[in-house]
């Protein structure tokens, strides 16, 4: 597995949000240029939700074993394998370097070390030697200084270096880490056939770095924010800051910022479920993605991105129905197949929710089906009732997706392909099942994999069951109830206050349109109204 260097924006972070015990502290704005500003930043209390009161600040030993034992209390010097200390004789002053191995860049610290065995004892006289070292003698790009404890710790773990000069009550933090990584691969998920193939990975820096490729605005802002008081996982607002709703960043952040939880290992989809009351709502309210094109074309659009540390995939705010059913490979596209291949994709996800509940209806009660529908219909039922056929056939789709992923890549194909042809045909051929069941559940299994969201294909498949059952209690009446409850509560569902049926409710003709037919780049003029952006135009009129 291949490196890539953690970059300049670790040392930029906008704050923390609340850390346990000793590392409760504030540290907004870590580009301080002298120790007395430092020292006001880190006085301040953290943003966290709950405003508890913080431990009172710990200061820097003075004393080399005196900082060895605090080091022992805090990240297990000498107990924990990865917490390294390396001590040196640089110009008869007793120095130290605190450094987490795992995330060490050997080569960047092995030059500093080189560079600094060059120094003569008369070359360190001065009266403040750890600005001397910041300011002429060690070589880093970046690189600042801290006189807090906690701010110390925080650093290292975050996987920075801490130089440390006895005698001193403070500290310089050295940006010399790299972090495991892959190299961008095509997103397995939005796939497409012309285009780029590259997709975010499980690194930031990285996937922000995609994304800087494809926009170099120079108003483009990504603001770095922690999350956790345990994981302190780094999550990213993107956004452009002249033409985004500056109250829809506000309120991002905000909410960013009022998270007061240990930590969120499980990266974006825990960050959402503590940003969005999802309660238990089967749509998703956010759009996730794993392409940097379509991040830097939703952020032109006056979109804003969340990014989260250690997860390969963007989150897009707000998002609507009708966002979630778009597909990169349309706009890959002349806009007469970009159309055509949209509205074969809006039929699939048609097909998915109604064809089902739709056939068994007419099944049910034959003086609904009208005469062009002959075909519709079956004879035999089989031995098990349809509706219990429908719901087995449900899961046994759902079994063999999870068996998909659990399966060695090699074998997937082979695996869900007999599966699915021997399980059906021999279903059949016993009579438990009917042909009917099988062709139209897989027609619906293959309208549910055309859905371009992951997530809403899952809640699609949900309320295609629903219906189902309600067609099997109550027949039309269930039908038409249960088909209605679904449109008003997509009606007065919201996302970051936009309503998730929009532009067809509240109805937005030329926004509708734009839904039903690929525009070309030059018509497409205008962005989407419902981000109530600074500049409402992409071209000139």
Same mark, same amino acid.
């Given at each position: ?105 050997? #080569? ?50 975050? %996987? ?38 590259? %997709? ?55 909410? +960013?910022?009022? +998270? ?6 499980? #990266? ?28 830097? !074309? ?8 969340? +990014? ?38 809006? +039929? ?104 371009? !969201? ?36 997509? #009606? ?18 030329? #926004? ?30």
């Amino acid at each position: 597995m291949e490196t890539t260097e953690h970059g300049s924006m670790d040392l930029e972070h906008a704050g923390h949000l609340g850390t346990p015990g000793h590392r409760g502290i504030h540290r907004g704005g870590l580009e301080e240029k002298n120790e007395h500003k430092d020292k006001r930043e880190e006085s301040k209390s953290s943003g966290s939700g709950s405003q508890q009161a913080r431990e009172p600040e710990i200061p820097i030993p003075d004393n080399m074993e005196q900082l060895k034992k605090a080091l022992e209390d805090t990240i297990g010097l000498g107990k924990s394998f990865e917490v390294q200390i390396r001590e040196m004789i640089i110009g008869k002053k007793h120095v130290a370097l605190l450094f987490l191995s795992v995330f060490a860049k050997d #080569a960047s610290l092995t030059e500093i070390l080189k560079r600094l065995t060059y120094l003569e004892p008369d070359c360190l006289v001065d009266h403040d030697t750890l600005q001397m070292f910041l300011e002429s003698y060690v070589p880093a790009v970046q690189i600042k200084k801290t006189s807090s404890f906690a701010g110390m710790i925080d650093e290292v773990l975050v %996987g920075n270096t801490a130089f440390y000069l006895e005698g001193e009550s403070a500290v310089l933090i050295i940006d010399a880490k790299q972090y495991p990584s892959r190299n961008p691969e095509q997103p397995s998920l939005e796939k497409v056939v012309r285009g780029s193939q590259d %997709g975010f990975t499980e690194t930031l820096i990285a996937n922000v770095a995609l994304i800087r490729r494809r926009l170099r605005d120079p108003k483009l802002r990504f603001e770095m924010l922690k999350v956790g008081r345990r994981t302190q996982t780094d999550v990213c607002i993107g956004y452009i800051d002249d033409i985004a709703n500056t109250k829809l960043v506000e309120s991002i952040r905000d909410k +960013i910022k009022a +998270i007061d939880i240990d930590g969120i290992p499980l #990266a974006d989809k825990q960050l959402e479920e503590m940003m969005i009351d999802v309660s238990w709502s089967p749509f998703p309210l956010v759009r996730y993605t794993e392409r940097p094109d379509v991040v830097a !074309s939703q952020l032109l659009d006056g979109s804003v991105t969340v +990014i989260v540390d250690t997860s390969p995939s963007a989150i897009l705010l707000p998002t609507t129905y009708f966002d979630l059913v778009q597909h990169a490979e349309e706009n890959r596209q002349n806009p007469f197949m970009g159309t055509y291949m949209r509205w074969v994709r809006f +039929i699939g996800i048609i097909a998915s929710l109604f064809l089902m509940p739709l056939w068994f209806l007419f099944n049910e009660r034959q003086a609904l089906k009208p005469d062009w529908l002959w075909f519709v219909g079956a004879d035999n039922v089989g031995q098990i009732p349809l509706i219990l056929q429908f719901i087995i056939a449900e899961i046994g789709v759902d079994l063999l997706r999870l068996a998909a992923v659990h399966t060695p890549a090699p074998l997937v194909t082979a695996m869900t392909l007999l599966s699915a042809i021997l399980i059906g045909d021999i279903a059949v051929k016993t009579g438990l099942f009917i042909n009917e069941v099988i062709l139209y559940m897989a027609v619906s299994a293959i309208g549910m994999f055309a859905t371009p !969201s992951y997530e809403l294909g899952l809640a699609n498949r949900i309320i295609r069951l629903g219906l189902l059952i309600s067609v099997f209690f109550f027949h039309e009446i269930g039908f038409v109830i249960g088909t209605t409850f679904v449109f008003l509560y997509l #009606a007065f569902e919201r996302s970051f206050n936009a309503p998730y049926l929009w532009p067809f409710l509240p109805f937005n003709g030329k #926004a509708f349109l734009a839904i039903l037919v690929r525009q070309s780049m030059p018509e497409n003029k205008e962005r989407t109204s419902i981000f109530k952006t600074k500049k409402s135009r992409k071209q000139p009129a």
